[in-house]
């Protein structure tokens, strides 16, 4: 038997392929949609449009000139091409969604639906009713609504898609219906029709009642602005002109107030409200944003596929999920009382929230349906966290003097711990940067005391033949011991000590590294331990250590030399820079555009430091600002100043206070402003007297007010599963993929209230990334950690080379991967190239001090990055008066910020 297919048909699907693949990959390279989920409902948008305005040529006559059905379900070439150009669409978004958005398709909404469709278009086409099939397609007209909205947030209607779906899926399609049934041969097209009805019913119910409840439970779209938790003086500063807040004025109403509220909304998931500067974060808001989380969690899919993992049905996801939800909304689960969100909403927002609802639904079931989920008994006890302190058994058998030295930036709170270290006779430092653990090694080394600095990319110790200074003993296999350690807190060695150091002890929280901070605190074998940060971590360690009957001694100390916010900003002029200025941008893409344009317009040349700049080439440039002599006289960065080397800045100046979070542009946090702004006028380094200000002076006041707050008091710390722990788990769920059994586990797990799950973002991505590969547990858990750029397309591509090497126990040498031409970069697109091979460079050393069988840190490894170190700092050195930008020479003729950072988008 021969398939016969139309020349209509053929030439739809060869047009619908070269479209759609056109417009799918314009899309994807403008960078104007940025999520996975976004570019999944290009295609669909598209097509929608296309079918849904050719079905109106077959719907019209029907209904409007009341033609007969015979007339309009004749095959033809235009109903025909609509086939094939549906038929395209089908099998072009299973395959650029396998390769694109892969996790945004489901088994039964992609593949199954998709399979199902192409079979149904085969038919039309073979049986001569491909008319009747494009009739029937003003049903995606509905789906154009939805495709919209999820490509654009602020096209969204909830009332708009139920509204459309009810007219053509309800009321057209019973009268369509009704044609068929009196006037068509086909009987069974009518029943068919009759059949699929009751589900547009049920789809109809449901979204309707989703819609009611959400304008139900929403406080935020009813009432005056002033009982808004975001309504404040401070944040309407935040706020652009187009989303202005209005406080302390006569409120407007009707329309007008309707449009009003929606300006002072925070953007969540998909609703147009916008994130409140974190001290505004309050149990009000945390109420608001709770409802609309539960919402989603009970109506959308993304819930039920977590669950589904462990077994659960559809119907019992359905039936419990709602319970869950009246039994939140009641108050009857603790952590998700309004009041508790608060702090997780400040560390992690409405991520962090989705992911405590589903860890608190499972703990739900356990209490009120542990039939639904197999042995949840035992899997909620090998995922218990709540007593982190017994994984350290040696240290809980030692008795530990815990002391704080707390303050501000630039208080001496570091220089006092690092003194009782020098008098130890064995004693670490743990550092939260790799220049800071190498700053206290040559700080030791320079006292006469012997050091090691390890990191994970690094272990020196001193050449004792030339430094002066002598090994306290040797080990049984002769390595020489030294008086102390310098190392990156994840690396610190767990070994006795007589004193501790862990610096920056209010990273305890965070959201990323917060795990490293809390097994320091908790594990570390030392008599004495000094912890130095912020004043906000004190009630958090005091009562960590009063679980392990440990007391906790606070020093406190005060800044030396002063610091004040001037009362003006540089009114938007770059001419208005002086020497010895630190301006600080959010954004790394405008650290170069800033730059040039204070070279340009005052003639004084920039250092640069930010995060991407390998931590050698920061030291450099810090050095030449440093330097009076060597003609840098002003720092451009981005929020890497904030900790690390020191600097001699006289002035910080905010080039803007809000930054891009990864998903959103947020408000800076008081904590990060603060210690941004203490860099200015640090002690003994020739700039005393410290200022803070801004570029504009619509940020000022906001500036000023940040700096006068407190950071928040810190209510958890950090912590992640142990290597046994996840082995256990995973032997529950033999068939399970590695990056699904991590994130199963983490939905499983009950913590303390004084701790929380370390964010796994960038490790998901990783595990994906090798899950193919034949490794095992250990490895890939050991991997995960291992410091990859996972974004980064030539680090994610350098991690499979060498995660493939692990696999196979074969030898990998750095050159066979990575190559550093002689040809010094002149562009920053250059630079930028070199840096990204450095973080490849950086993750093989890494990987040769934990997988030494496999990667090798000889002397080539480390030539190879000292050549790219070279290359990226005198590139900076030439680029220094060479960079210019012609798009901004009529800006830099017009001495105005303002138009620098419309034309850079400097804000976004």
């Known amino acids: 038997m021969t398939l016969y297919l139309p020349a209509g048909f053929v030439a739809g699907v060869a047009l619908g392929s070269a479209g759609l693949n056109l417009l799918f990959h314009a899309m994807r390279k403008s960078g104007a949609l940025a999520t996975e989920k976004q570019l999944s409902w290009v295609l669909t948008l598209a097509i929608c449009v296309v079918v849904s305005a050719g079905s109106m040529a077959y719907a019209v006559p029907l209904l409007y000139y009341n033609r007969g059905i015979a007339d309009l379900v004749q095959t033809d070439t235009p109903s025909l091409v609509l086939l094939g150009l549906f038929s395209a669409y089908l099998v072009w978004d299973l395959v650029l969604g396998t390769i694109y958005y892969r996790s945004t398709i489901s088994v039964l909404t992609g593949y199954i639906h998709h399979t199902l469709f192409i079979c149904i278009t085969m038919f039309a086409v073979g049986h001569g009713v491909s008319a009747i099939f494009c009739l029937l397609c003003y049903n995606e007209i509905p789906t154009i609504v939805l495709a919209a909205g999820s490509v654009r947030k602020q096209w969204r209607s909830d009332a708009l898609f139920t509204a459309v779906f009810f007219a053509t899926r309800i009321v057209l399609h019973v009268i369509v219906m009704y044609k068929f049934y009196m006037h068509s041969e086909h009987r069974c097209v009518w029943r068919l029709m009759l059949l699929v009805l009751p589900m547009h019913v049920y789809w109809f119910y449901s979204a309707l009642r989703s819609t009611l409840r959400r304008r139900a439970r929403s406080p935020l779209l009813l009432g005056p602005i002033h009982q808004l938790p975001l309504a404040t003086p401070e944040t309407s500063l935040l706020v652009r002109p187009t989303a202005r807040l209005v406080t302390g004025q006569a409120q407007p109403q009707g329309d007008q107030a309707w449009r009003e509220r929606r300006r002072g909304m925070v953007r969540v998931g998909n609703d147009e409200l ?199 003993g040797y080990s049984v296999l002769g390595a020489a011991i030294t008086q102390t350690v310098s ?94 200025d630190c301006v600080v941008t959010f954004s790394r893409a405008s650290i170069y555009e800033t730059k040039a344009m204070i070279e340009e317009r005052t003639g004084m040349q920039c250092a640069v430091i930010y995060g991407g700049l390998p931590p050698e080439s920061r030291v450099e440039q810090a050095k030449l600002f440093n330097d009076p002599t060597s003609g840098y006289d002003v720092l451009v960065a981005s929020d890497a100043v904030g900790m690390g080397i020191n600097l001699s800045i006289k002035r910080v100046v905010f080039l803007a206070m809000e930054k891009w979070d990864g998903a959103s542009t947020r408000p800076i946090s008081v904590s990060l402003t603060r210690q941004i702004g203490g860099r200015a006028g640090r002690f003994k380094s020739g700039a005393d007297q410290g200022t803070v200000t801004t570029m504009e002076a619509r940020d000022l006041k906001a500036l000023a007010s940040y700096m006068g707050q407190m950071p928040p008091v810190l209510v958890a710390a950090g912590i992640k599963p142990t290597l046994e722990m996840i082995e256990t788990f995973s032997h529950q769920f033999p068939n399970m993929k590695f990056s699904q059994l991590w994130s199963m586990f983490c939905d499983m797990a009950e913590v303390d209230s004084n701790y929380f799950l370390c964010s796994f973002g960038d490790q998901q991505l990783i595990a994906e990334a090798i899950e193919d590969l034949p490794l095992s547990v250990g490895e890939r858990y050991h991997l995960l950690y291992a410091p990859v750029p996972i974004k980064d397309d030539i680090a994610r591509d350098a991690l499979r080379k060498f995660a493939s090497a692990i696999a196979r126990k ?99």
């Not at 020098?422 to 004693?427: I, K, L, R, S, V």
């Not at 917060?514 to 005091?542: D, Y």
């Open 810 to 908: 074969k030898a990998c040498q750095l050159a066979d991967v990575v190559h550093i031409s002689d040809v010094i970069p002149k562009s920053r697109e250059e630079i930028r190239s070199l840096e990204r091979r450095h973080r490849v460079i950086t993750m093989y050393l890494w990987l040769s001090y934990h997988f030494p069988e496999t990667f090798s840190n000889d002397a080539a490894t480390f030539a190879l990055k000292s050549k790219c170190e070279r290359n990226i700092q005198q590139a900076l050195v030439q680029l220094a008066s060479s960079f210019r930008l012609k798009d901004a020479e009529d800006a830099a003729r017009s001495d105005n910020a303002e138009l620098i950072r419309k034309l850079f988008h400097i804000e976004a």
């Open 487 to 580: 190392c990156t807190i994840e690396m610190a060695p767990n070994r006795p000590y007589n004193v501790a150091v862990i610096d920056e002890i209010q990273m305890i929280a965070d959201r990323d590294r917060g795990w490293a901070w809390t097994n320091a605190l908790l594990g570390l074998r030392a008599r004495e331990v000094h912890l130095c940060g912020e004043p906000s971590a004190v009630p958090l360690v005091k009562r960590i250590c009063a679980s392990m009957d440990e007391e906790v001694e606070v020093r406190e100390y005060t800044r030396l030399g002063s610091l004040a916010v001037s009362d003006r900003s540089l009114d938007g002029k770059w001419s208005n820079i002086r020497k010895g």
């Open 274 to 472: 916008r994130w409140p500067q974190d001290t505004d974060i309050n149990a009000e808001f945390a109420k608001t944003i709770l409802a609309r989380q539960l919402d989603r969690f009970r109506t959308g899919s993304w819930a039920y596929k977590r669950c589904a993992y462990f077994g659960i049905t559809r119907g019992e996801f359905e039936e419990w999920a709602g319970r869950f939800e009246e039994a939140v909304l009641g108050g009857a689960v603790e952590q998700l009382r309004p009041q508790s969100l608060v702090p997780l909403l400040v560390r992690s927002g409405s991520d962090g929230l989705n992911n405590l609802i589903v860890n608190r639904f499972f703990a739900f079931l356990e209490k009120e349906a542990p039939h639904v989920v197999k042995d949840i008994r035992y899997l909620r006890e090998i995922t218990n966290l709540q007593y982190p302190h017994e994984w350290s058994i040696a240290a809980r058998s030692m008795r530990r003097r815990i002391i704080m030295h707390v303050g501000p930036t630039n208080s001496g709170k570091t220089y006092h711990a690092l003194r009782r270290l020098q008098e130890a006779q064995q004693g670490i430092y743990c550092s939260p940067l790799r220049l800071l653990a190498y700053e206290v090694y040559n700080r030791m080394l320079d006292a006469g005391i012997s050091c090691i600095v390890i990191t994970g990319e690094d272990r020196r110790a001193p050449d004792f033949a030339t430094t002066g200074v002598t090994p306290i």
